[in-house]
């Protein structure tokens, strides 16, 4: 289950996010980074290219397919770029962080831009709500005992021993963007379906003419296996801790933006190598409370806000990158394992 605790109320007639709020604009954490945004897509996209450069110079060789291996690292990051243009971190116009967003979403690993971003719009408003969230719904994996027990046959088995087939199917979760973007497609405006489906398409063909040009059959079929492997198994790691077995709110439960933000998020500890490895992801109590903010300002703002959590009172969960994932998959297992009357 969930870790539980007592919600702290917010005083009556006030807001405990206000000075906080007041206190980190007048920091100036809040203002773009365009330096460190053009240096990091054009280091990006220049490193890709230079993968795919080493590909053709090699030749035919089994080597070839260990470049997957950076190839996957650059994807997953061009995806954190990706979702910082989405929270219009790079830039405040929401129209050129809409067009970033194609280019490295759509255009560059092949992920529907307007998609996700709807859907990501919709967990940060409610995270870990159930009936809300839509990154805690019933899927491939189940997040609660009542949805367990709607669960039959294989998919009851799956519940079951989720806790073990977690980073198996996060290899899945590269193709299962890809495939999941086309399919949203239909639920886009004629305009933009034209716009995403274009870029998508664009991707698609590009990515495999260099790899079926530059490569034999056999060796870019395990190429695309290892990189699209990879790639989804980097990305999912990254979101993994950050909510999972955290307090859920319920049906009926309102609580207010710190609140919301804070009980139900988990900072994973760690220093410069971790920052890069999660994307700042890390710092997610930071990104829920402030989603607009430039990713390398999480980690300067974040005593501003463990001390401020302390100051009214409110649990500030914090932990090391491994014991994160062992209370991620304690949760998937404790609700995957559940009795119906539980």
Known sequence: MPETLAVPRDRKGTSDFSPLARQVRASGLM?????????????NVLATAA?????????????????????????????????????LQISRSARTGRLLGFLLGNLMIGMSHGWWIDKHNRHHANPNHVDKDPDV???????????????????????????????PMLLLEGLNLQVTSVLELRKRS???????????????????????????????VVFILVHQGLFGLHLGSAFAPNHKGMP?????????????QVLTS?????????????????????????????????????????????????????????????????????VGTASPAE
């Not at 439960?253 to 919301?260: F, M, N």
């Open 51 to 87: 993968v795919w450069v080493a590909v053709a110079v090699m030749g035919d060789t089994w080597w070839q397919i260990a470049l997957a291996v950076p190839a996957a690292l650059l994807s997953t990051r061009t995806g954190f770029l990706g979702h910082d243009a989405g929270h």
């Open 137 to 167: 719904a019933a899927g491939a994996l189940v997040w609660t005992p009542e949805q367990t027990a709607e669960r039959q046959g294989l998919m009851l088995w799956a519940a079951r021993h989720q806790d073990r087939l977690f980073f």
């Open 248 to 260: 859920m709110p319920g049906p009926g439960e309102r609580w207010d933006h710190l609140r919301r």
């Open 190 to 220: 004629p305009r933009v379906r034209a716009v995403e489906g274009t870029l998508l398409a664009v991707h698609a063909v590009g990515y495999l003419a260099l790899a079926f040009g530059l490569m034999s059959p056999l060796h870019a």
């Open 266 to 334: 988990r900072n994973v500890r760690g220093g410069p190598v971790t920052d890069w490895m999660l994307g700042g992801l890390n710092y997610q109590i930071e990104h829920h409370l402030f989603p607009s903010m430039p990713r390398p300002n999480l980690r300067k703002v974040q005593p501003l806000v463990r001390e401020h959590c302390a100051l009214v009172g409110l649990p500030y969960a914090e932990t090391g990158l491994v014991d994160s994932y062992s209370r991620s998959l304690r949760h998937l297992r404790t």
């Open 31 to 43: 203002n773009r980074r365009t330096g460190y945004y053009s240096f990091s897509i054009a280091a």
